[in-house]
């Protein structure tokens, strides 16, 4: 098992920052990329940012430079740092894992999402 739990969404102006973090928990497991995603109401969930084991990170074009994703060294906890935020922005952010979980038995891919947390941009 691996669950995610996040937090630091709310409503800020536009310009203002906000952080969210994702913290991962459960059985053993390694985490093999971590990301967060967004999904405004009634459209499709969008890639937002991923970070790799190794460090290696990527953006959706509209949040480079804007946007830094970072975590410790075995992705346990993940943050997203959100600056120069706009109205468009505003969205739920999931974060996501894709761990291998181990127990007696072997081990299995397990992919896992948070519960969301709801950002707001808007003066």
């Known amino acids: 098992q691996v669950q995610l739990v996040e937090s630091g969404g709310g409503l800020v102006q536009p310009g203002r920052s906000l952080r969210l973090s994702c913290a991962a928990s459960g059985s053993t497991f390694s985490i093999n990329t971590m990301g967060w995603y967004l999904q405004a109401p009634g459209k499709a969930r969008a890639l937002v940012a991923t970070i790799t084991s190794d460090g290696i990170t990527n953006y959706l074009d509209s949040v480079k430079g804007r946007f830094t994703i970072s975590g410790d060294n075995a992705l346990n906890l993940v943050h997203l740092q959100m600056n120069s935020l706009k109205p468009e922005d505003t969205a739920v952010y999931y974060c996501?894992?894709?761990?291998?979980?181990?127990?007696?038995?072997?081990?299995?891919?397990?992919?896992?999402w948070g519960q969301g947390t709801q950002v707001t941009v808007s003066s």
């Open positions: 996501n894992a894709v761990a291998v979980a181990s127990n007696f038995y072997g081990r299995r891919q397990v992919i896992s």
